[in-house]
């Protein structure tokens, strides 16, 4: 997670728990969090401080301009498909997700598998 590009707001919300969850809920999405602080001041005292957020599109690249995997084939010759956005292989490859990882994750997965299965 990126802390250092955040602009505007002034502040970070450090330790902030919806601040973790709606970061993380973005990079799902392939979204960008942009946070707003809205503060409010009258005659300079503060009166509130009003914290939003929007996600915001990252732009894709198109598949046909993505570099070549280049993988090595098990018959030898180099991989020709396009990578997965933001890596370096295709989806073959490696590219692609390798599922949740944290326990909170796992468990989900597995509420939903569950249900989905009825
Ligand atoms: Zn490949």
Not at 82 to 89: D, H, S, W
Request: glycine share 12%.
């Amino acid at each position: 997670m990126s802390e250092g590009n955040l602009t505007g707001g002034g502040a970070l919300w450090p330790g902030d728990k919806l601040r973790k969850n709606v970061e993380a809920a973005a990079c799902r999405m392939r979204r960008r969090v942009v946070w707003i602080e809205e503060t409010t001041a009258i005659d300079g005292v503060l009166i509130e401080t009003r914290r939003s957020y929007e996600f915001e599109r990252i732009p894709i690249t198109p598949k046909s301009k993505r570099p070549l995997c280049g993988a090595r084939c098990r018959d030898g010759h180099e991989c020709r498909a396009r990578c997965v956005e933001g890596r370096k292989r295709c989806r073959l490859h490696g590219g692609l997700s390798t599922g949740p990882k944290t326990e909170a994750g796992r468990l989900r997965i597995a509420e939903s598998n569950r249900r989905r299965a009825k």
